[in-house]
């Protein structure tokens, strides 16, 4: 088993009350499958969206025992957040994460956001 920690951000034009009810909060099963269609067909959430929400993985996470997330959502002004990506893995054998899969585990979460933004900017009256 390897530990390691990995930390990625970007910046988005939506509010940090609207990006998060979208992306993290009640909203997310509702969005997600909109602003990502083709990619998610629907989101299954095991948990109140708090800390302890289950959601399915894919093939960089099954490489890992364990996995924490951090994903904060921070102004940055009017209209405009910074979301900010921390996460703390162990892997499953003895050799760390290929930087390629470190990559993928932090660009999986951004390019969501960014699907998300790009939806709420087509849609400017939802979750206003």
């Known amino acids: ?15 940090t009350e609207r990006l998060w009810k ?3 909060g009640d909203a997310m099963p509702a969005i997600l499958p909109k602003a990502c269609a083709g990619i998610i067909d ?6 109140p969206g708090g800390a302890g929400t289950v959601l399915e993985g894919g093939k960089v996470t099954k490489q890992l025992k ?6 904060r ?4 002004g009017e209209g405009v957040s910074v979301v900010k990506v921390k ?6 054998g ?9 990559a993928r585990l932090t660009k999986a979460y951004l390019g ?9 900017a087509v849609h400017p009256d939802e979750l206003a």
């Not at 629907?42 to 948990?47: F, N």
């Not at 959502?73 to 940055?76: L, S």
């Not at 003895?94 to 470190?102: I, R, T, V």
């Open 1 to 15: 088993m390897v530990a390691g920690v990995i930390t990625d951000e970007c910046t988005v034009a939506v509010s």
């Open 22 to 24: 979208a992306c993290f």
């Open 42 to 47: 629907a989101v299954e959430v095991d948990g």
């Open 66 to 71: 364990s996995q924490v997330n951090e994903i």
């Open 73 to 76: 959502v921070e102004a940055a």
């Open 87 to 92: 996460v703390e893995y162990e892997t499953l």
């Open 94 to 102: 003895d050799a760390p994460l290929p930087a390629e899969d470190q």
């Open 112 to 120: 969501l956001v960014k699907k998300v933004e790009a939806y709420l």
